[in-house]
């Protein structure tokens, strides 16, 4: 049986009960793959910024932290699904703006909140796929829990790659500069 699927933008999430594919690609962001497997149940949310909803602003509301994991926890609920038996894996939370430091970045910021707000909320982390320099392709199977993943690296980390076999290449040139030094004697 062809699965149907869905493609989840930041600020989106899905549940469903008959077994699809949710799909969506994180660099800072962080998705919460949930489900019951029990029921069979499970959703996916994209997280953009950890904490809840500034209600000055009429903005979409699963962009937060906070409402994306309680409208994603209400919605597999709603389809059947029993809290106790919920399940997560977390994938995303990546660091790719090198101006900003690597401990304030909104990517550690997503990845911190996300599992503490699923431990206290009880739920069993299973896999945390999370931080790093990568972005990632996930497709989660709400039937099964099983999530595929790829990973691309940005910009920031090709630049790195790249500045340490600058510093690799100077180095080699300075030793082969010494070595092919002469000094002819007469």
Known sequence: MLKRKKTLKVGEYHASKTPMILHTILGSCVAACLFDPVRRIGGMNHILMPGALDLKKFDMSARYGINAMELLINKIMKLGGNRRHLKAKLFGGA????SI????SIGKQNAVFSTEFLKKEGIEILKVDLG???TRKIYFHTDTGKVFLKRT????YHNQIAEQER???DRVRKKFKRL????LFK
Not at 101 to 104: F, G, L, S
Not at 180 to 183: E, I, K, R, S
């Open 95 to 98: 660091h790719l703006f090198p």
């Open 101 to 104: 430091p690597e401990n304030r």
């Open 132 to 134: 790093g320099h990568a």
């Open 153 to 156: 690296f940005s910009d920031h």
């Open 167 to 169: 510093r690799q290449l």
């Open 180 to 183: 092919t030094d002469v000094t």
